[in-house]
């Protein structure tokens, strides 16, 4: 538990994924200068999964590890401990199932979701061959890593890939990791579906915000879950240059998308403004101090229509969705309806942004 929770605000809980703790997961992103000026406004609270930390020792036989429900089914005990009434959830693979299947049993406690790389169904039978096959060649580490990198990732960036591969050895205790790795592979489907008007079905009641990495082994896994949510209430955030990490390879992308997200929630002034942003902001009033020396007749006017030129994309984005119109607000990321619900044109769009 990092900082002290402040009144009714929220504090920023976080999961990991298989092969990593909060640590190896997350410090790459909440030790990133941007994503600090975003915490000093919240308290938070990373979870470890039973036996997942650095140097943890080996469970007493017989142990049963915790199903992907019965974790989730956890966390409030875990909240009120810590004296949390509520939430915004950040998890990534595992994790961020299992704070999905938490949100979904307890939506009074999650004003937010962000999921990377969330794979919403249940593991498929050649995966589930594939694992046990993994076991029995003592092959862990090597399963491990395919599932948190690309194969492009795994190719190209050797620095990276050994980084976690010798945490995933030398750090983990690999029968702690094998227990956590079966729980994740005999997860249930969530068995979400897009919300029809007139007809009850099972969905996230909080905004949520979909982040994958264009050569993450989970993009088509994230787009289908994209296609499951509440298109109002769901953003997805596909980085470009990005692998299976997009916290460790990316926190600046990450970071500010993620002040965006909470901005839209009602939290953080718009005042605070990271690094990137106020870089940006810079050159633009110098575009526009230029262009008011050129022809100060149109002052006010020029800035409106250069605000607008190229932007038909992203002023359609925002048309019908207040929420998120505020929530980015002077945003310079593009954003594009997404196209599972083009077919429709009378249906509520979905948000797609691509970085």
Known sequence: MCGTPRGNRPAILTYHDIGLNHKTCFNPLFNFEDMQEITQ????CHVDAPG????????QTGYVYPSMDQLAEMLPGILKQFGLKTVIGMGTGAGAYILTR???????MMEGLVLINVNPCAEGWMDWAATKISGWTNALPDMVISHLFGKEEIHSNHDLIHTYRQHIINDMNQTNLHL?????NSR???????????????TLQCPVLLVVGDSSPAVDAVVECNSKLDPTRTTLLKMADCGGLPQVSQPAKLAEAFKYFVQGMGYIPSASMTRLMRSRTASGSSVTSLE????RSHTG???????HTGEGTRSRSHTGDGARNRSHTDTRIELTPNSASNAEQSSPKSMEVSC
């Open 41 to 44: 406004h919240f308290a938070v």
């Open 52 to 59: 997942q930390q650095d140097g943890a020792p080996s469970f």
């Open 102 to 108: 938490f949100a979904l049993n307890h939506p009074e």
């Open 180 to 184: 956590f790795v079966n729980s994740y």
């Open 188 to 202: 249930r489907d969530l068995e979400i579906e897009r919300p029809v008007p007139g007809i009850n079905v099972v």
């Open 292 to 295: 008011g020396q050129r022809s």
């Open 301 to 307: 006017e020029g800035t409106r229509s250069r605000s």
